[in-house]
């Protein structure tokens, strides 16, 4: 009986990590989107240089991405340093 329940427990585990693959809230996923929308705000301003509510728009990305890769790189520096490669952010 007591068998049964270590191997649920190590099920629950596994089904936890194959979630992960596919949460939208996990860290790396939301610095991945995040970037990709600071590139494309990023190529706009290049042609709309006036456009100053995207500008600010875009300083709040880069603010809320900065924030989550902070708390990335304190909670599990692994993770960090694979996402920052992956992304190629710091050179």
């Known amino acids: 009986?007591?068998?049964?329940?270590?191997?649920?427990?190590?099920?629950?585990?596994?089904?936890?990590?194959d979630v992960k693959k596919n949460d939208?809230?996990?860290?790396?996923?939301?610095v991945t989107v995040f970037t990709k929308r600071i590139k494309t705000l990023t190529e706009h301003l290049k042609i709309n240089k006036k456009d100053?509510?995207?500008?600010r728009g875009l300083m709040r990305l880069v603010g809320k991405r900065k924030k989550i890769l902070s708390y990335l790189?304190?909670?599990?520096?692994?993770?960090?340093?694979?996402?920052?490669?992956?992304?190629?952010?710091?050179?």
């Open 1 to 17: 009986m007591v068998e049964k329940k270590t191997t649920n427990i190590a099920e629950k585990n596994n089904s936890k990590k």
């Open 24 to 30: 939208s809230g996990s860290s790396e996923f939301q």
């Open 52 to 55: 100053h509510n995207t500008r």
């Open 73 to 91: 790189k304190g909670k599990s520096t692994d993770r960090y340093d694979s996402i920052i490669k992956s992304l190629g952010l710091r050179r």
